[in-house]
């Protein structure tokens, strides 16, 4: 199997209208606007004391000890209005730049039907109905949300302010999993495969499954491998009731998967992720870096964004205790950690199946 040739960076944009690109732009640099108000939102918790702790892992008693200093400061009511009224306005636009385009772009999003594997059907689970990142409509909410979220929110908005570091954060991930070769890998929550191609990278010889619950994020994903040359196979199913066989893998992995499930679901794609493996197989999970390890600044950013950002399970994710959970579903050798040197983002959990189980 081949590996990608790593040409995903923000020149390579779809082309869309220049009023589609002056929208995406504009909201881009309305977010990008707001970094002088929230420094000062930072200067003001700091002033009076809300960040005098050594860590963010009371979270409850920090956000609700900020409460009266920011109830009077405009700075923080305009952050809040901004990003609002930006996380409304993000998807429609991108959708409506597609569809003054469609004749032009449908030809690259669009699949032969028949190429992703459907175990799912119609039976989703409550959950999944929910307007993650505040994608209008969900990550179905149109027949091609797959091409459009990555090709035109990720790499007009998101790419254009965090550069290819996105990309380079997946492939650190991917190449720190505990052996240097995997035979079979399935990647859990595999959206539109920005993962997976990293995958597909650093273990080449792989035979690689990308699952997610998404139709149009699946089949824009399988479009990307078949440009790309791999023979990925994708499945939409749901991480934690996947409808595969036993002992079918050796990794199980997944990138920031485990914050947009509730906690029952994560013990339960922990349970199923050990199904799966094989005995000696691995887990290795990257997500949001528990409020514990995190300096009290940082908790109560990202619980605040992650409350007005459509993040439902972001609080639950960096407080939930996977270590225990993992040993609770029959793990071993259990770690977790962050990634990079600066200990914030992103945090890995990484487990065995034992050779012998019970």
Request: hydrophobic share 40%.
């Given at each position: ?107 690259l999003a ?29 990550w179905d ?176 994710a960096a ?40």
């Amino acid at each position: 199997m081949a590996a990608p040739s790593a040409t995903l960076t923000a020149q390579e944009q779809i082309r869309i209208d220049q009023r589609g690109r002056s929208e995406l732009a504009f909201l881009r640099q309305m977010r990008g606007a707001l970094l002088p108000l929230r420094q000062d939102v930072r200067a003001a918790l700091e002033a009076a004391g809300v960040l005098a702790g050594e860590s963010g892992a009371d979270i409850a008693e920090l956000r609700n000890a900020a409460v009266p200093v920011l109830s009077g400061l405009p700075e923080q009511r305009v952050v809040g209005s901004v990003l609002r009224w930006c996380r409304d306005q993000t998807t429609p636009r991108a959708v409506a730049a597609f569809e003054r385009s469609r004749a032009d772009l449908e030809p690259l999003a669009s699949v032969p039907a028949g190429l992703v594997e459907d175990l799912l059907g119609e039976d989703v689970p409550r959950y999944w109905d929910y307007e993650f990142h505040g994608t209008a409509g969900g990550w179905d909410g149109h027949d091609h949300m797959g091409f459009i979220h990555f090709e035109l929110v990720y790499k007009y908005l998101l790419m254009a302010a965090y550069g290819n570091n996105i990309f380079a954060l997946r492939k650190q991930v991917a190449e720190a999993a505990p052996r240097s070769g995997y035979r079979r890998i399935l990647d859990l929550g595999a959206g539109t495969g920005q993962y997976t191609m990293m995958l597909a990278e650093a273990y080449p010889e792989a035979e690689i499954t990308a699952l997610d619950p998404s139709r149009t994020s699946l089949n824009y994903a399988k479009r990307r491998s078949l440009d790309a040359g791999l023979a990925w196979r994708c499945v939409r199913s749901l991480a934690e009731k996947t409808g595969l066989p036993d002992a079918s893998f050796d990794l199980v992995t997944s990138f920031i998967l485990l914050h947009e499930v509730p906690p029952h679901i994560t013990r339960a794609i922990l349970a199923e992720s050990f199904r799966l493996l094989e005995p000696g197989g691995e887990i290795h999970f990257s997500d949001v870096t528990p409020y514990r390890a995190c300096d009290p600044y940082k908790a109560w950013n990202d619980d605040w964004d992650a409350e007005h950002g459509n993040e439902p399970w972001w609080r639950t994710a960096a407080t939930a205790q996977l270590s225990e959970w993992a040993e609770a579903a029959g793990f071993v050798d259990v770690t977790e950690g962050a990634l990079t040197p600066d200990g914030v983002y992103p945090w890995i959990l990484t487990a065995r199946k034992p050779l012998e189980t019970a």
